[in-house]
């Protein structure tokens, strides 16, 4: 994220300590704020409209997605679209990932990295559960797997979109956002290839959950930028005093 320049870090003497680490006099947050506001505020207009339509009915371009998925199904897109379902629902996607990202961060001493982690995770699956159940939208009847009541928006692409965004801000790495969005695409066609969801739950899904993970971003902004500068020794190596 954006930041103003940071201020060379020095010792008691006013002496620059090599390897100390850069701190930023601010972070900026507008633009990202307003843009996580603006994904949030699209999610509710389309739950708005959802809601409106009687039973909701599918868009036409959900129909015809959905044809068009149907109609290429093959062997071949089975087993990774199954292999997807499992990674971004159940036991993996609500505990084993979350766990292990949370425990990652602890041990190399990034415990602010670990609590906008949990937290944005957290809320993002909320913000999903009511959606799904203020809006009420069937699911196609075409499915290959089977899934709880509600179809928008898509809780296994939200989920892949706090994971991506959340990782890339925590990491600030090219190739995490790049791993993130190729993951967070993947997660969308593979729930429209299972019948799970229509287009535009996916499309919901994603934008929720990065305008969840973004907008969490903003009061922890200076913290992750603080801590992600410092050294990230494990916790089994003791830092110098």
């Not at 959802?50 to 599918?58: A, E, F, Q, S, W």
């Not at 997660?187 to 429209?192: C, E, V």
């Amino acid at each position: 994220m954006p930041t103003e320049p940071p201020a060379e870090p020095t010792g008691p003497a006013g002496v620059a300590e090599p390897g100390a680490a850069a701190v930023p006099a601010r972070v900026a947050r507008r633009w990202p704020v307003v843009s996580a506001a603006v994904a949030l505020l699209l999610v509710g207009l389309l739950a708005l409209v959802l809601g409106l339509r009687h039973n909701p009915l599918p868009f036409a371009i959900d129909t015809e997605w959905m044809e068009e998925i149907v109609e290429h199904r093959s062997p071949v897109w089975d087993v990774p679209s199954l292999v997807m379902n499992s990674l971004g629902g159940g036991v993996i996607a609500t505990f084993v990932v979350p766990l292990g990202v949370i425990a990652a961060l602890l041990v190399f001493r990034r415990p602010w990295a670990a609590l906008y982690f949990v937290l944005a995770v957290a809320l993002s699956a909320g913000v999903v559960q009511v959606l799904k159940t203020l809006v009420g939208r069937a699911r196609p009847e075409d499915m290959l797997v089977v899934s709880d009541f509600g179809s928008f928006p898509s809780g296994h692409s939200a989920n892949a979109a706090t994971l991506a965004v959340a990782l890339g801000i925590v990491f600030a790495r090219a190739w995490v956002w790049v791993a993130g969005a190729a993951y967070t695409v993947l997660m969308m066609l593979s729930r429209t290839y299972l019948g799970a969801h229509w287009l535009s739950d996916t499309v919901g899904g994603m934008l929720l959950g990065a305008g969840v993970a973004v907008l969490l971003w903003a009061p922890f902004a200076l913290k992750l930028y603080t801590e992600r500068s410092a050294l990230h020794r494990p916790i089994w190596i003791r830092t110098a005093s």
